[in-house]
């Protein structure tokens, strides 16, 4: 599996068997995971060859996935403080708080970019024919049942908003809950587009579930 340019917490990255864990990663399941919000960085595996037995013959050396904190040391520090949401810009934001009217998240990456400010955002339920949630099935729309606090969305910014908030929206398959965890405190996958699974308890939960890539 490719692993993203961006990582969120908890996201599996790659199978632990071809990566080895670096900072900002741990191991769960036999996957590698991020374990902070930043840029993904693979290190050249280094050594020589590892002889495991006739059988297998040798295991090669494995490169190093790590997850690195809010780039303040990079040389590009201006342009990650400075970076801006834009309408049409596609950003990953955590879902802070509902009410049966709209999400407020705070907006944690920006394109490729991760945001060294949060920015907050809303994800409206407003008149039927211009829901910022759904792209269909709009008179079904209901906040309780797309999000919950700590999900984690993929959104586009439709509206730069007030002096408070950038205006976002989930219409579209592509966006949505990209990252939730279940009342029980576990990580859950997507089975449908509208629900979520726990994989320990085995209950569902809703959500409005974006596409894979």
Same mark, same amino acid.
């Given at each position: 599996?490719?692993?993203?340019?961006?990582?969120?917490?908890?996201?599996?990255?790659?199978?632990?068997?071809?990566?080895?864990?670096?900072?900002?990663?741990?191991?769960?399941?036999?996957?590698?995971?991020?374990?902070?919000?930043?840029?993904?960085?693979?290190?050249?595996?280094?050594?020589?060859? &590892?002889?495991?037995?006739?059988?297998? *013959?040798?295991?090669?050396?494995?490169?190093?996935?790590?997850?690195?904190?809010?780039?303040?040391?990079?040389?590009?520090?201006?342009?990650? $403080?400075?970076?801006?949401?834009?309408?049409?810009?596609?950003?990953?934001?955590?879902?802070?708080?509902?009410?049966?009217?709209?999400?407020?998240?705070?907006?944690?990456?920006?394109?490729?970019?991760?945001?060294?400010?949060?920015?907050? *955002?809303?994800?409206?339920?407003?008149?039927?024919?211009?829901?910022?949630?759904?792209?269909?099935?709009?008179?079904?729309? &209901?906040?309780?049942?797309?999000?919950?606090?700590?999900?984690?969305?993929?959104?586009?910014?439709?509206?730069?908003?007030?002096?408070?908030?950038?205006?976002?929206?989930?219409?579209?398959?592509?966006?949505?809950?990209?990252?939730?965890?279940?009342?029980?405190?576990?990580?859950?996958?997507?089975?449908?587009?509208?629900?979520? &699974?726990?994989?320990?308890?085995? $209950?569902?939960?809703?959500?409005?579930?974006?596409?894979?890539?």
């Amino acid at each position: 599996m490719a692993y993203p340019s961006i990582a969120i917490p908890g996201q599996p990255l790659g199978p632990a068997s071809q990566y080895l864990s670096g900072p900002g990663t741990h191991v769960q399941n036999l996957l590698l995971c991020a374990s902070i919000l930043g840029p993904v960085v693979e290190q050249a595996a280094q050594g020589s060859p &590892k002889t495991s037995s006739k059988k297998t *013959g040798y295991v090669p050396p494995l490169p190093t996935l790590s997850v690195q904190r809010s780039a303040h040391s990079s040389s590009n520090d201006t342009a990650l $403080t400075n970076v801006l949401p834009e309408v049409g810009a596609v950003v990953l934001a955590r879902v802070t708080r509902i009410n049966p009217r709209q999400a407020t998240v705070a907006i944690l990456v920006v394109g490729e970019t991760v945001c060294s400010d949060e920015f907050q *955002g809303l994800i409206r339920q407003v008149a039927a024919l211009v829901q910022d949630v759904r792209a269909t099935e709009r008179d079904k729309v &209901k906040i309780f049942s797309s999000f919950r606090p700590g999900d984690i969305v993929r959104a586009q910014v439709i509206s730069l908003g007030d002096q408070s908030n950038y205006y976002l929206a989930t219409a579209g398959n592509h966006l949505g809950v990209v990252m939730a965890t279940s009342d029980g405190g576990n990580t859950m996958y997507p089975i449908s587009w509208k629900e979520f &699974k726990d994989p320990v308890t085995g $209950t569902t939960e809703s959500r409005k579930v974006a596409k894979p890539f």
